[in-house]
């Protein structure tokens, strides 16, 4: 019954491919988001979905692509990977009232370019 | 200035010590002042929140907040080898899921038998 899932936990790949991550929340949130947690452990915001709807996009690459099926769930594409792109990517998920403290992580997803 | 700073540590305490973890931030607009802990290899989780300067009380631990010093601090008290993770403090601006969460870089915490 875990809350917040993502898949794969580890995902090593060489610089140039594409690569999915699939996140999955079963507490009924109506909000979601993608971070990224670089090397020296700074956690920072990309995406957020509410709804479906994306409601904050920062500034990362177009070779990142988000995308919402439905509410419960958040993918997270990324075309022609590079070195940089290594990280540990969470997604997390909220009720859109509190979604400004109160989130929810996953595991996390470790990817690594080679 | 960067917005959030953080001690990165490592802080290695014995058990039963009290741990002060603390964060400073240059943002005015923050309105909610939070902790979350992050165990090795896992997602961070919510320790406690609070949106006014003050004291909040959780148990062993105590969030504190000083909005005209632009500072926050975690209490931890008779602490436990459990406590040993990595404290993140984090700040949002308002309480909606538009709001986006500012993390510090986290404080490494070790707590020795």
């Known amino acids: 019954d875990t809350a917040v899932s993502q898949t794969p936990k580890y995902l090593v790949t060489q610089m140039g491919n594409d690569k999915s991550i699939k996140c999955e929340q079963n507490?009924?949130?109506?909000?979601m988001y993608w971070y990224k947690q670089d090397s020296k452990k700074f956690l920072k915001i990309m995406f957020s979905?509410?709804?479906?709807?994306?409601?904050i996009n920062e500034t990362v690459p177009n070779r990142f692509s988000p995308k919402s099926p439905d509410k419960a769930h958040l993918n997270l594409h990324i075309n022609s990977l590079e070195l940089g792109d290594s990280a540990v990517y969470f997604c997390?998920?909220?009720?859109?009232?509190?979604?400004?403290?109160?989130?929810?992580f996953g595991p996390g997803t470790r990817l690594t370019v080679t | 200035q960067k917005e959030v700073e953080q001690d990165p540590g490592p802080l290695s305490v014995p058990e039963g010590a009290i741990v002060s973890l603390n964060c400073t931030y240059s943002?005015?607009?923050?309105?909610?002042f939070m902790w979350y802990r992050q165990y090795s290899r896992k997602g961070p989780e919510l320790l406690m929140y609070?949106?006014?300067?003050g004291n909040k009380e959780d148990g062993r631990f105590t969030a504190q907040v000083d909005k005209s010093s632009k500072y926050i601090s975690l209490f931890i008290r008779d602490s436990q080898p459990s406590d040993s993770a990595t404290y993140l403090c984090a700040f949002s601006p308002g309480y909606s899921s538009a709001s986006k969460i500012i993390f510090g870089s986290g404080t490494r915490l070790s707590i020795r038998p």
């Open positions: 609070t949106y006014s300067s």
């Open positions: 979905y509410n709804n479906k709807e994306l409601i």
């Open positions: 943002n005015s607009a923050f309105q909610y």
């Open positions: 507490l009924g949130h109506d909000t």
């Open positions: 997390a998920s909220s009720q859109a009232t509190r979604g400004g403290r109160e989130q929810y």
